[in-house]
């Protein structure tokens, strides 16, 4: 039996949790200090909160970060020196050059494993393809709705309520898109570090008030031609601006993770 450590105890944490394939146990969960008795007594002593992996005396066979990307940053680089694997959901932390590096590093040292997860985008593959013929340009856009946005830095950028067409409401770099929005534009980072990198992946966020969905665009131009990918996909329930797809990305981590 292989047994994980989760990070996060939110929406995506709770879509992992329900869907934990056999020959996975969760063994630990890094959560908030309120969220500890919560842990406490729907799993009793099969699994431990804890406040930081730190403080976790079993090596896990994986760390599935699915919190923020302050966990990467703050848990990160201590993972991986532990000569564990770590699995990160929130990518755009790594838009944050020092704290890449610090992550490489403890890498490197520690002899960890970083995966990156797809998220709620897919074609990752085929861009990793594409970049060994050479990639010209690389675009991303995110629509969704004016819900999926709210309480996000576009509440400085654009009305939110009185909307009332599809509008792009910002558009630059991955790396500007995945530092200013830190909960919803991690894919612009997934797709900027299989490809172009983070100051030339252009990205272009969108509210559209016609949708329920979260839909993402890649267009991708190179040596090997062109394509131009949409996944039109549904949030969760509990959380609009998270996709499913992402949180079933982090289910096929485990997935794999059992079949080894
Ligand atoms: N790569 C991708 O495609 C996607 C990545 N994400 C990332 O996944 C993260 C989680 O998404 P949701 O579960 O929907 O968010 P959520 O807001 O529902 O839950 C986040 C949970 O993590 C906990 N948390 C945050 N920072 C923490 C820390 N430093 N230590 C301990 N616990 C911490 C929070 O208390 C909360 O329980 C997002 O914040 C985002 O960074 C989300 C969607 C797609
Ligand atoms: O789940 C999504 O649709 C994308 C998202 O929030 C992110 O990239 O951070």
Known sequence: MKKIMLIGYG????????????GVALGWIVAREPHHAHIRNRFGGRVTPLRSPQACEAAPDLVLECASQQAVAEYGADVLARGWHLAVISTGALADAAL???????????????????GALAGMDGLAAAKEGGLERVT????????????SY????????????AQIFFEGSAREAARLFPANANVAATVALG???????RVQLMVDPQTKRNT????????????????????????PKTSALAALSAVRACRELAQQ
């Open 195 to 201: 490809g172009v990198g983070m100051d030339d992946t």
């Open 100 to 118: 890449e590096q610090r992550i490489e590093a403890a890498r490197r040292k520690g002899g960890g494993r970083l995966t990156l997860l797809s």
């Open 216 to 239: 993402h665009t890649l267009h991708v131009e190179g040596g090997f031609g062109e394509f131009h990918l949409e996944l039109s996909g549904l949030p969760l329930a509990s959380n």
């Open 154 to 165: 576009a509440e400085t950028l654009i009305d939110l309520g009185g909307v009332q067409d």
């Open 140 to 151: 991303y856009r995110s629509r969704k709705s004016p819900a999926s946005w709210r309480g």
């Open 11 to 22: 929406a995506m944490a709770q879509a992992v949790i329900e869907r934990l394939p056999a």
